[in-house]
C-alpha cells in the first residue's frame, strides 16, 4: 500500500522569504510523485509533477520539488512567495502494487502575510 | 475550452433526502474520479470508474452510487445511508496510461445538509 505524509498542516510566511512544504511517502517500488494546488472553493490544478528522469522538477510560477528516493521525500520549495500563492498544497503519490490511482496528502495551507 | 463542469456548485439538502452531483468532461478521458474532501483530512477516494459501464468503490463508498453510461459523465448520488454527507466534493478524470496519476479535477460541489 502506499502512503503519502504531509508534516505541516499549517505553513506561514512573509512575502518574498522562502519556503519548503513537506512531503514523504511509503512504497516499497517506483512510484510517480506530484504537487496539487488549491484556491478557495476551487477545484485542485497540477503544480508539478515527478515521473521519470530528472530528480528536481520545476513548476512556472517559480515552485521547484525534488524527488529523493533514499529519503522517500518529494519536497516543495519556493525561493521567495507571493501573496497570491496562498493556498493549499496537496501533495500525492502513484504507480504503487501497479495502481495508477492517486493517494493524497492532508494537505498543507501555506499562509503568505504581507 | 476542455474541461471539467461539476453541478450545481453549491446544493443544500434535508436529512434523509437523496442527492446527485453531476461531472461532464469533454476532455475525451477514460478514467473518472468522485473523491471527498474534508477539512484536514485531504481528499478521500469514494468511487472510480476506468471505462464505460464500469466502476469500483474506494475507500469510503459507503452511502453513495455512481453511474458510467457514457464516457463524458459521471454522476454521483449521496443517499439518505450516508450519515455525514456535508463536504466538498470533486470529479477528477485522467488519461490513464503514461499519464499515470495526473488528475484534471472540476471545480467542485459543496454539498450542506441542514
Known amino acids: 500500500a502506499q502512503s503519502v505524509t504531509q508534516l505541516d498542516s499549517q505553513v506561514p510566511v ?26 478557495p472553493n476551487q477545484g485542485l490544478q497540477l503544480l508539478l509533477k515527478y515521473l521519470s528522469g530528472s ?26 512567495v507571493h501573496i497570491s500563492d496562498t493556498a493549499e498544497y496537496f501533495c500525492a503519490v502513484s504507480g504503487s502494487g501497479g495502481s495508477y490511482i492517486p493517494t493524497f496528502g492532508r494537505g498543507t495551507s501555506l499562509i503568505v502575510h504581507p | 475550452d476542455g474541461g471539467i463542469t461539476q453541478s450545481p456548485k453549491y446544493l443544500f439538502r434535508k436529512e434523509g433526502q437523496n442527492v446527485t452531483l453531476s461531472c461532464e468532461q469533454n476532455l475525451n478521458h477514460d478514467a473518472m474520479y468522485w ?76 454539498l450542506t445538509v441542514l
Open chain 1, 14 to 39: 512573509f512575502e518574498e522569504a522562502p519556503v519548503e512544504l513537506r512531503c514523504n511517502y511509503s512504497s516499497s517500488v517506483s512510484v510517480y510523485l506530484f504537487w496539487y494546488v488549491q484556491y
Open chain 1, 55 to 80: 530528480t528536481l522538477v520545476e513548476s512556472i510560477n517559480g515552485f521547484e520539488a525534488e524527488f529523493n528516493k533514499s529519503q522517500t521525500s518529494f519536497h516543495l520549495r519556493k525561493p521567495s
Open chain 2, 35 to 110: 473523491y471527498r474532501q474534508d477539512p484536514g483530512q485531504g481528499l478521500r477516494l469514494i468511487y472510480y470508474s476506468q471505462i464505460v459501464n464500469d466502476f469500483q468503490k474506494g475507500d469510503i463508498a459507503e452511502g453513495y452510487s455512481v453511474s458510467r453510461e457514457k464516457k463524458e459523465s459521471f454522476p454521483l448520488t449521496v443517499t439518505s445511508a450516508q450519515k455525514n454527507p456535508t463536504a466538498f466534493y470533486l470529479c477528477a478524470s485522467s488519461i490513464g496510461g503514461s499519464r499515470v496519476g495526473e488528475l484534471f479535477f472540476g471545480e467542485g460541489s459543496r
